[in-house]
């Protein structure tokens, strides 16, 4: 038995990893080097493009939850992810290099595996397939993905943050600390004052962006991942209550109470990289220079990669998917990652790693795996495969998606008692399902 997979981004490389564990010969494409995207910067598998981050740990938290219910199902990815991890907190954050080479290995290592060096510009016909070409599908694909759906295709933008070189922050102002002193001190603080957040609000208003071009201006932004800029332009204010937010973080040495706090994530293991936290960009890179020099802190601080932004491809899943990932019309095909409109790097990982069980499943004859909304991964596969969607946007994982407890068992207020219950009861759930296996 045999299944190709298109991307080994995320997605596409725990699918693979699934197929072989399972008996299943794979040929696992991959476009890059011989193609690039413009986000890339390595021709390794398993990049990360963005923030380093894949976020809480804790299962009493939405992404905490999926990770811990990947890890149950037998993940390749995020016991990969631990073993990669550096300080963030309660986050799983990773030095991406680390991980993407470990990823490497595993691949070319698996006899299981062929990794192909390939641009796929349409869906094979004579194999069954898994499409995991990411959000940043090349353009020949989507055209031919768009023809197989008979569907339009749903646009978004992506930033990326710039990161800085850690020997360059200023320490005599940035100072280390977790918000409210939850997990290690693992986070670089750069405070400011009432002043200096109005100098530093009025460079960004006023910074010249890159412009978009022609077929670009009609897409959407995700809202989770909006450029610094697009939030600014909201009001002078919505910073200060969103990613420069800075309650729950006092400086010791000082003990007061700041106006606004940029706070930047390590990014590698040798904690040499660090990256601003929710400033995705698409301004001018000369822009960015000031605008990060004018952060108290940063003010001589050595840009080692200035953001950038780009469009990001996704289909209309509900259209098309079940919430097992097969595709309605043609039963050998399934898709993953974020060109389901999943958006995260862990819901990549998951919707890959669902993607590749039910793939080695329907080669076996056996039935897919439809998992309990009453789960995380199950709520994310429903949310995105519901066919009751007018307008269907990218989603990532939130309590907002999972079945609702039981009517005696509600809870209105303690929202913290609520997720403790909603993540017992998900953990059961998966413990009682994967009895017999996967």
């Excluded at 976020?55 to 939405?62: E, I, K, M, V």
């Excluded at 802190?297 to 209309?316: Q, S």
Aim: aromatic share 8%.
């Amino acid at each position: 038995m045999k299944a190709a997979v298109i991307g080994a981004g995320l997605a596409g490389c725990e699918a693979a990893l699934q197929l072989a564990k399972r008996g299943i010969e794979v040929d696992l494409y991959e476009m890059r080097p011989l193609k690039t995207t413009g986000a890339h910067k390595t021709d390794n598998p398993a990049e990360f493009v963005c923030s380093n981050s894949l976020g809480s740990l804790d299962p009493t938290n939405a992404s905490g939850l999926l990770k811990k219910e990947m890890q149950m199902m037998g993940s390749f990815l995020i016991q990969e992810a631990i073993k990669a991890a550096v300080p963030a907190g309660n986050a799983l954050a990773i030095d991406r290099e680390a991980f993407s080479l470990s990823i490497k290995k595993l691949i070319e290592e698996n006899e299981k595996i062929n990794f192909i060096r390939k641009e796929i510009t349409q869906i094979p016909q004579d194999i069954p397939v898994i499409t995991a070409s990411g959000p940043l599908t090349s353009e020949a694909l989507a055209e031919n993905i768009k023809e197989f759906a008979g569907e339009e295709h749903l646009h978004f933008f992506d930033a990326i943050a710039p990161i800085v070189e850690k020997d360059s922050i200023n320490f005599d102002i940035a100072f280390y600390a977790s918000r409210y002193d939850k997990g290690e001190a693992s986070y670089i603080n750069c405070p400011m004052n009432k002043e200096q957040y109005e100098k530093f609000y009025n460079i960004l208003i006023n910074a010249p962006k890159i412009e978009l071009k022609e077929f670009e201006k009609d897409a959407k932004f995700f809202e989770s991942c909006l450029p610094v800029e697009v939030l600014a332009s909201r009001g002078v204010d919505t910073l200060r209550y969103g990613p420069m937010k800075p309650v729950g973080l006092i400086d010791k040495r000082t003990g007061e109470k700041n106006y606004a706090v940029v706070q930047l994530r390590q990014d590698n293991l040798s904690a040499t990289m660090y990256n601003l936290v929710g400033f995705q960009t698409n301004l001018k890179w000369g822009a960015q220079k000031e605008l990060v020099h004018s952060i108290p802190g940063l003010e001589n601080a050595n840009i080692l990669r200035y953001g950038v932004m780009h469009r990001n491809t996704f289909i209309n899943s509900p259209k098309i998917l079940t919430p097992s990932l097969q595709c309605r019309k043609r039963k050998d095909l399934f898709f993953a990652g974020q060109i389901t409109g999943t958006e995260g790097y862990t819901e990549s990982m998951a919707t890959g790693m669902l993607a590749g069980i039910n793939m080695a499943r329907f080669l076996r004859g056996e039935t897919l795996l439809e998992l309990s909304g009453v789960s995380m991964l199950g709520a994310l596969t429903r949310y995105i495969s519901s066919e009751e969607h007018k307008n269907f946007q990218p989603v990532n994982s939130n309590w907002g998606i999972v079945d609702e407890l039981a009517a005696d068992k509600k809870i209105k207020k303690n929202k913290k008692m609520k997720t403790e219950m909603l993540s017992k009861r998900a953990i059961e759930w998966m413990e009682s399902f994967l009895e017999n296996g996967v």
